[in-house]
């Protein structure tokens, strides 16, 4: 699943697409769609960021498109013709049978595929943005993520730490395979309580702080994080390089890189795979 810094590479590549007009909007799974497509057709994307995990492109008309990837989504780039038949070993022949919406630039093409149909794009206003906005925690790259608000989060969570730091509402961004790299950052067992945690060590809070950062920089770094099912690409229809720095996630009965003698387990923690080392995470 797209996580932070899979999105953020998204949203980078997005960049270059300033200034491009919306000349058509074909929405071939109404369900992924919300919103009236003649509301973006003839606009311009003026802006492009990223909140959490969803791609959000500002138009001229003051409306936002947002992107929001869920599983399998993903979102590429055409700059040639509204067919792609470079046939991409990953993406094939573009569109294809997993093609939810194409949207016809003036110069390219977006084709949003989705293998799974849960990733959704919604047209919203900006207070309807806003709103949507408000549910979610501080951006754990934004400024609003400090310590002292990681702290008092901490305190009120009871539940293991890795859920903490996989809610949207509190976090916005990390998923499970960040989730499980920065708690091996921080040698933190992921079953651990986080209110527990920091009563006990409170000199905790700014390792796992530094950790988010530096773990999800490392992510937007490689490009992101291709795993085995190869579901996640970037705008241009390549793969992450993040998968060849990952010291836990999918790397059971593998040693740890610490070379601390331990060797990396999995279990199951809120329905998720967990992995974690029992040596330098106990
Ligand atoms: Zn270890």
Not at 24 to 31: C, E, K, M, R, Y
Not at 165 to 190: F, H, M, S, T, V
């Amino acid at each position: 699943m797209p996580e932070l810094p899979e999105v953020q590479t998204i949203v980078n590549q997005l960049q270059n697409l300033r200034g491009r007009k919306i000349n058509s909007v074909d929405i071939i799974l109404p369900a992924v769609f919300g919103g009236n497509e003649k509301d973006i057709i003839g606009e311009e994307i003026r802006g492009v960021e990223r909140r959490g995990k969803t791609i959000v492109l500002k138009l001229s008309n003051g409306k936002f498109l947002t992107i929001h990837l869920r599983m399998t989504g993903r979102l590429v780039y055409n700059k040639t013709d509204k067919i792609n038949k470079d046939k991409n070993p990953i993406t094939g022949e573009l569109p294809n049978k997993h093609t939810r919406a194409i949207f016809g630039l003036d110069k390219g093409t977006l084709f949003f595929n989705d293998v799974r149909k849960f990733g959704r794009i919604k047209i919203m206003s900006d207070t309807q943005w806003a709103m949507d906005n408000q549910k979610l925690g501080p951006d754990a790259l934004g400024k609003e993520f400090t310590e002292k608000y990681l702290a008092e989060t901490c305190r009120g969570w009871k539940r293991p730490i890795k859920l903490l730091l996989l809610d949207q509402e509190k976090i916005a961004g990390i998923g499970n395979i960040y989730a499980n790299e920065i708690l091996w950052c921080a040698r933190i067992n992921p079953r651990e309580s986080a209110s527990v945690l920091v009563r006990q060590a409170p000199k905790i809070v700014p390792i796992i702080r530094t950790c988010v950062i530096k773990v999800l920089r490392e992510g937007i770094k490689y490009g992101g994080s291709t795993s085995g099912d190869r579901s996640y690409v970037d705008l241009l229809g390549q793969p992450g390089g993040m998968q060849e720095h990952l010291n836990v996630y999918h790397r059971t009965g593998k040693a740890c890189p610490r070379n601390d003698g331990g060797i990396i387990q999995k279990s199951v923690i809120g329905g998720r795979g967990t992995f974690f080392c029992p040596v330098c995470q106990g």
